[in-house]
T-cell receptor, first 114, second 114 residues
């Protein structure tokens, strides 16, 4: 049973570029959340998708956007990249059918902005 | 906004020593509390969680945590660590938003020396 898978694992971009990160949730999960983990910090909540809509959003600018597809997979898009966007981006999934609120995390995409 | 504080970011221990990691949160209402662990090269995984009931929670690999409401704390403990416990440990709170939106602390990097 595959867990949460993310692609790519590493990415290098330059300032001003745009990037798309991808996530496939654990089998049976319908809710996907994205977190940003800067070096030396804990993960910070970006947003969450359920039923193809953004359900919650953290304190991130509009340059950060996302999408969820009918198969529950998700994309995170970041426009006009800044040096400060360099971080590990984590995807986490869960199922609304369960009440234990256990999140399953992927291994992340390491984004470097030069 | 919710905040989670973890102190002593870097901890170095010898095998068989006892480990205690502190976690304090700022939200005054009902909280769900979590400890996640990230072993080198692996994804974040749940160690243990507290939702309600017995404030002493037992998790995987011999870890336990105690919820003390009056102190807004959820400290993690292990009586005798092993080299394999070398990892980064994150405390997280699911409040006040719920719906699996977690606020994480900055983490504790724990190194166990054989």
């Amino acid at each position: 049973d595959a867990g949460v898978t993310q692609s790519p694992t590493h990415l290098i971009k330059t300032r001003g570029q745009q990037v798309t990160l991808r996530c496939s949730p654990k089998s049976g999960h319908d809710t996907v959340s994205w977190y940003q983990q800067a070096l030396g910090q804990g993960p910070q909540f970006i947003f969450q998708y359920y039923e193809e809509e953004e359900r919650q959003r953290g304190n991130f600018p509009d340059r950060f956007s996302g999408h969820q597809f009918p198969n529950y997979s998700s994309e995170l898009n970041v426009n006009a990249l800044l040096l400060g966007d360099s971080a590990l981006y984590l995807c986490a999934s869960t199922s609304t059918a369960t009440t234990n609120e256990k999140l399953f995390f992927g291994s992340g995409t390491q984004l470097s902005v030069l | 906004a919710q905040s989670v504080s973890q102190h002593n970011h870097h901890v170095i221990l010898s095998e068989a020593a006892s480990l205690e990691l502190g976690c304090n949160y700022s939200y005054g209402g009902t909280v769900n509390l979590f400890w996640y662990v990230q072993y080198p090269g692996q994804h974040l995984q749940l160690l243990l969680k507290y939702f309600s009931g017995d404030p002493l929670v037992k998790g995987i690999k011999g870890f336990e945590a105690e919820f003390i409401k009056s102190k807004f704390s959820f400290n993690l403990r292990k009586p005798s660590v092993q080299w394999s416990d070398t990892a980064e440990y994150f405390c997280a709170v699911n409040a006040p938003y719920g719906n699996n939106r977690l606020a994480f602390g900055k983490g504790n990097q724990v190194v166990v020396i054989p």
